[in-house]
């Protein structure tokens, strides 16, 4: 199973960034997607999941209502529309996938590389 993302980029504060992350190896929409984050010097972080179907979407707390995840099935995508953005919001963001649905990130066993997210003031 390998997975990409990509999208990163450098953004102003209350600016938008659109990131996709692309599977193969397994039947894609058997399998919970998420992002995941993580900044310098902190712990990975819960961002949010959408199970296969794309009909149920979960968030952290802290982008709730700013962050939308989605999924193309057809195209072995998951996107995460990131809006509204925060100096906090700057990490190194990875997709992952699991066979059920979690926020703890041990239950995801594929990752992909990471892509950096930078929001500037």
């Known amino acids: 199973v390998q997975l990409q993302a990509f999208g990163g980029g450098l953004v102003q504060a209350g600016g938008f960034l659109r990131l996709s992350c692309t599977g193969s190896?397994?039947?894609?929409?058997?399998?919970?997607m998420a992002w995941f984050r993580q900044a310098p010097g902190k712990e990975r972080e819960f961002v949010g999941t959408i199970m296969g179907n794309g009909y149920i979407t979960s968030y952290s707390d802290s982008v709730k209502g700013r962050f939308t995840i989605s999924r193309d099935n057809a195209k072995n995508t998951v996107y995460l529309q990131m809006n509204s953005l925060k100096l906090e919001d700057t990490a190194v963001y990875y997709c992952?996938?699991?066979?059920?649905?979690?926020?703890?990130?041990?239950?995801?066993?594929?990752w992909g590389q990471g892509t950096q997210v930078t929001v500037s003031s």
């Open positions: 992952a996938t699991a066979p059920r649905w979690s926020s703890k990130s041990y239950e995801y066993d594929y």
């Open positions: 190896g397994r039947t894609f929409s058997e399998y919970v």
